[in-house]
Nanobody, 125 residues
Framework: VQLQASGGGLVQAGGSLRLSCAAS????????VGWFRQAPGKEREFVAV????????YYADAVKGRFSISRDNAKNTVFLQMNSLKPEDTAVYYC???????????????????WGQGTLVTVSS
């Protein structure tokens, strides 16, 4: 399983970006896919996840109402639409995939077995 994250860049506060996570070597529909981020000097943190069965979505409080995660299983791709971006959203964003995740697992990065390389999002004030 290989994941390729893309779509990062420089944007002004209040702007939008859409990140993509493309998978190869697997059927993405069998995996829950999450986004995590890591800002300079900080630990990696959970952002959002979309479950494989049923497609339920969950968000960190810091992004709820501004970010939206979705998936296109036919294209083996998961998207993270980020609106109303703030300078504190600046980070490297990673997508990750995991199987058989239960609810208590979905915010824990160590429950995800596959990771993309990260894409940098910079939000200027």
């Amino acid at each position: 399983v290989q994941l390729q994250a893309s779509g990062g860049g420089l944007v002004q506060a209040g702007g939008s970006l859409r990140l993509s996570c493309a998978a190869s070597g697997c059927s993405f529909s069998n995996f829950a896919v999450g986004w995590f981020r890591q800002a300079p000097g900080k630990e990696r943190e959970f952002v959002a996840v979309i479950r494989n069965s049923g497609g339920a979505t969950y968000y960190a409080d810091a992004v709820k109402g501004r970010f939206s995660i979705s998936r296109d299983n036919a294209k083996n791709t998961v998207f993270l639409q980020m609106n109303s971006l703030k300078p504190e959203d600046t980070a490297v964003y990673y997508c990750a995939a995991g199987r058989n995740l239960i609810y208590s697992d979905i915010r824990s990065s160590d429950r995800y077995g596959y990771w993309g390389q990260g894409t940098l999002v910079t939000v200027s004030s």
